[in-house]
């Protein structure tokens, strides 16, 4: 509560000076900081702004030029307002601070009839000091509401809610799409406070500052670290104390901050945790099986009668920094959980390699590997869909074995599986086994080979260099097509002078005959570890 000039007008202890205002009777409602007696002409460092100031005229006396100079030196050093105490025996003096108070900037009050100053600071003293620590308590119960709510780790409904309660109006917590994340509406219909929300939202621009602004002049805090702001609160109200509305949604938007942190810390716990299991999980004789089970077990996943290793490899983004690759990794990670949870399968989930992510699947009795696998893959799908990352992936999986750490094992042989399959032209089923891959698989197996670079370069090394592209295009379709020539300028749009020109050129590249049907082998075999090797690195 702030004490203004009107409220202390009305006590009776200065009514009984019967006061007449003189001036500023518009400003009546500035707050007062303080009273102060002054009957000095020079004012300078007697005020610092905001207070009301008691005087018996003695500066000025009867000179309305001086009673100008006065009440001049008032406004300029910011008091509130001036109450003058000019008893009937000084007539002049009256008239002279009339004359004055038609051009004063500050509320000038005249009082005919004697008054105590002291009781009046007293008073005044009384009811400033009380509305301080009316304020001080408030803020103590609204700090104790919003701590106890970010200890209790509570939900947006709930600090939004009690916001409101707090305010006695409205509060609405939206996202950074202008979108409602949570809102209460106290006690009015929810269809007025959100009618057309997000076009009116849009046109109230985030302030970094609580203010109220925008067409609509809505009162808002922003919500979020400054540098990730993601959201921000709303009063869409107009109120009586802005002030102590402000103070309550700046608590509620800490506690909305916190708790958005604390939950962030707690996965990435539980994703270190994860890791670090599957980590030990793959490493030979560092686990039995009963030990590995229990571990597994306490970060939720139920003994099974198998297990899968399922990995899903990120496809590769051009210009991708390894910042980027780790953000879409981890927005990967969070919809494999997502998708996880929302199926109710019992899984260990954790970051294999950069760009991958790993799954223990648990099987029950009376679940398919590939069913299972396959509802996984396309819940991820739909949950991934809603990630504002660019995420394309492949799936690799390895062989069910009713050991977890066997099972853990295989996660190599799944990554390998995803790797190889990333290359195919065309992928078009939701996930891959070692069946599927044949021969790129045996191929991922041996890229860690310093012969195999040797083999590479030996069959293509004729092309390869700056203009690459082009004529490995050129041998991958001819290839395709196992040596059609004719299929060949058909699906590539040449003409056969052109590609067997074409042919000749690439033959003396790679000092080979295409037509032979050991080179052709040789070269699609090279043609794969070169691809596998670019996908690798």
């Keep these: 509560m702030l004490i203004d000039l009107a409220h202390i007008l009305a006590l009776p202890v200065v009514q009984k000076g019967d006061p007449e205002i003189l001036s500023g009777q518009d400003r009546l409602d500035a707050p007062v900081r303080w009273v102060h007696v002054a009957e000095l002409r020079n004012l300078t460092g007697l005020l610092e702004g905001g207070e009301l100031v008691l005087s018996t005229g ?3 006396e009867e000179s309305a030029v001086e009673a100008g100079q006065y009440l001049g030196e008032l406004a300029l050093h910011g008091a509130a307002g001036v109450i003058v105490e000019i008893l009937e025996d000084r007539p002049a003096a009256a008239k002279a601070l009339r004359i ?5 900037d500050i509320p000038v009050v005249l009082v005919r009839k004697p008054v105590r100053f002291v009781e009046i600071t007293e008073n005044v003293h009384k009811l400033i000091v009380g509305a301080q620590l009316e304020r001080v308590e408030k803020a103590r119960h609204v700090h104790e509401v919003f701590t106890l709510l970010s200890l209790e780790s509570a939900s947006a409904d709930e600090i939004v809610a009690q916001a409101a309660q707090l305010i006695g109006a409205p509060v609405v917590l939206e996202n950074i799409s202008h979108l409602v994340v949570a809102f209460d509406s106290a006690g009015i219909p929810a269809g ?9 939202s849009r046109v109230v621009h985030l302030r970094e500052e609580t203010t109220r602004s925008g067409e609509e002049n809505w009162l808002q805090t922003p919500v979020g670290l400054r540098s990730q702001r993601w959201g921000r609160l709303i009063v869409p109200v107009a109120l009586s104390n802005d002030p102590e509305a402000s103070m309550v949604l700046e608590r509620a938007g800490q506690a909305l901050s916190i708790n958005r942190l604390a939950e962030r810390d707690q996965r990435e716990l539980g994703h270190q945790a994860r890791a670090g299991l599957m980590h030990e999980l793959r490493q030979p004789r560092s686990l039995t099986e ?3 089970q229990a571990r597994a077990g306490a970060l939720g996943l139920r003994s099974s009668t198998s297990y ?7 496809d590769p983004v051009s ?17 494999v959980n997502r998708s996880l949870q929302s199926l109710k399968f019992s899984a260990l989930a954790a970051s294999l390699h950069t760009g991958t992510v790993a799954v223990l699947l648990g099987l029950q009795p009376q679940q398919t590997e590939d069913q299972t696998v396959a509802r996984i893959c396309s819940e991820l799908d739909t949950s991934a869909a809603e990630s504002a990352e660019d995420l394309r992936w492949v799936t690799g999986i390895g062989r069910p074995r009713s050991s977890l750490l066997l099972s853990a094992a295989g996660l190599d042989e799944a990554n390998h599986v995803a790797e190889a399959a990333s290359t195919l032209q065309k992928r078009d089923k939701p996930f891959y086994k070692t069946s599927d891959i044949r021969l790129r698989g045996l191929l991922a197996l041996l890229l860690n080979d310093p012969r195999v670079q040797t083999f590479v370069e030996g069959e293509l090394g004729g092309i390869l ?3 690459e592209t082009e004529e490995l295009e050129l041998l991958e379709k001819f290839l395709e097509v196992q040596g059609n020539k004719a299929e060949l300028a058909r699906s590539s749009y040449l003409s056969r002078p052109t590609l067997y020109a074409r042919l000749v050129r690439l033959e003396k590249r790679l000092g080979v005959q295409l037509n032979s049907q050991e080179s052709r082998t040789s070269l699609h075999v090279a043609l794969l570890l070169y691809r596998l090797r670019g996908l690798s690195t």
């Design 319 to 335: 210009s991708e920094g390894p910042i980027a690759l780790q953000r879409r990794e981890r927005a990967l990670l969070e919809s």
């Design 100 to 104: 004055a108070a038609s051009s004063a």
């Design 465 to 467: 260099g700056a203009d």
């Design 192 to 200: 007025e406070i959100l009618r057309d929300w997000e076009s009116r």
């Design 308 to 314: 899968v290793p399922v990995v899903f490899r990120l």
């Design 290 to 292: 009963s030990e590995a």
């Design 58 to 60: 003695l500066a000025f």
